[in-house]
């Protein structure tokens, strides 16, 4: 399942420039509808209002209502249609406003555009790409907040993107639209006003592959989307301690890269599996499964895991920063790992990570 695209050039992208998140991915959008004429964007507040998080704001005085299409709050029918769409020839793109909003259309996702193509014997391929965003850490309380991208990792016939870096912002859709599978942009509200330099000379992206953001000897810690800055983070902290940590950003949720996570583990000897995602059925459990059986041999300490308490995400800033995985949790984590002394004030708040109470 490997995809290949050819990308335009950009008069604005031949020197690194400062940009956001938030921008790349409407460059993105706005690279996607100029290249190619069947490429559409439909939603909830798409067209006038921009999108609900400012990313496609502009697009619709540049291409049009045809191409730019508010859709009611209707998650179910619109995905549907974007399903149709990618049968009939055409590369819809749905945005859908955050991921617990997704749950209303999980039975077309899951029902219709990740089994057709096996269904029909490789007939019917629906090449349809659907952003949305995920997890917590804005104060929109429980039903805007969760990140339950696991959840569509575990689904055959998806593939499931988790953009962290700005390069990675900008470059991941052209490929995900060339790709003959659905595939699923997890987009962390968090990042969207992260800022920095874009380089000028990134090539197409690698959504095949997890990326080493971060090269280490002792410990690797293995996240991706919103997590990845607190992972560096936390990478910076415990190299002041002595500590080299590797930091995985794994970018693609399904199918899962094995080989680069292995080859770090195989590296470094210990691992760290930094999610969102509560921890019971989580993500970072079948990585951590993975691990298990394909590099027990390898492994110095047992897997260790940072994940959300076991929680309906709170309003309350301060609750809701005790129920997500923060840096401290992540550090405690990776020098009980290594076999080192843990500060008991992160100790106590790893140990809320994981059994969702204080103390």
Not at 66 to 92: K, N
Not at 107 to 130: E, K, R, W
Not at 302 to 311: F, N
């Amino acid at each position: 399942m490997t995809a290949t695209h050819t990308r335009t050039t950009d008069p604005a992208a031949s020197s690194d420039r400062k940009t956001t998140y938030r921008e790349a991915m409407r460059e993105a959008l706005r690279e996607a509808l100029r290249t190619d004429e069947r490429v559409f964007l439909m939603g909830e507040d798409v067209g006038r209002y921009g999108g609900c998080f400012g990313v496609s704001l502009g697009l619709l005085e540049e291409f049009g209502p045809e191409r730019i299409r508010d859709a009611p709050l209707s998650e179910s029918a619109f995905v549907g249609a974007g399903i149709g769409a990618a049968l009939a020839g055409m590369r819809p793109i749905v945005e859908i406003m955050t991921v617990n909003f997704s749950l209303l259309a999980l039975d077309q996702i899951l029902n219709n555009a990740a089994t057709l193509l096996h269904m029909s014997g490789g007939q019917l391929p629906v090449p349809i790409v659907i952003r949305m965003t995920t997890g917590a850490g804005r104060q929109l309380a429980a039903q805007h907040s969760h990140s339950l991208e696991g959840w569509y990792a575990h689904i055959p016939g998806l593939r499931v993107l988790a953009p962290a870096t700005l390069t990675d912002a900008r470059y991941m859709l052209a490929p995900a639209l060339a790709d003959p599978d659905p595939v699923l942009i997890f987009e962390h509200g968090s990042l969207y006003n992260v800022s920095g330099d874009l380089p000028a000379d990134t090539g197409p992206v690698d959504i095949d592959h997890a990326a080493v953001r971060r090269p280490g000897t002792d410990v690797s810690l293995i996240t991706y989307g919103g997590s990845l800055p607190k992972a560096l983070a936390a990478a910076d902290d415990l190299a002041n301690d002595g500590i080299s940590a590797e930091v995985v950003d794994l970018r693609t949720l399904r199918p899962l890269d094995d080989t680069t996570i292995g080859d770090s583990v195989a590296r470094t000897h210990r691992a760290v599996v930094i999610d969102e995602g509560w921890r019971t059925g989580s993500l970072a459990a079948e990585i951590s499964a993975r691990v298990t059986e394909q590099h027990f041999y390898d492994l110095d300490a047992p897997v260790g895991r940072v994940c959300s308490a076991e929680v309906p995400m709170p309003y309350a800033r301060r609750l809701e920063e005790a129920a997500l995985p923060q840096v401290d949790g992540i550090v405690a984590a990776a020098r009980r790992a290594v076999g080192g002394p843990v500060p008991t004030g992160a100790d106590a708040a790893e140990r809320q990570a994981v059994t969702g109470r204080a103390g």
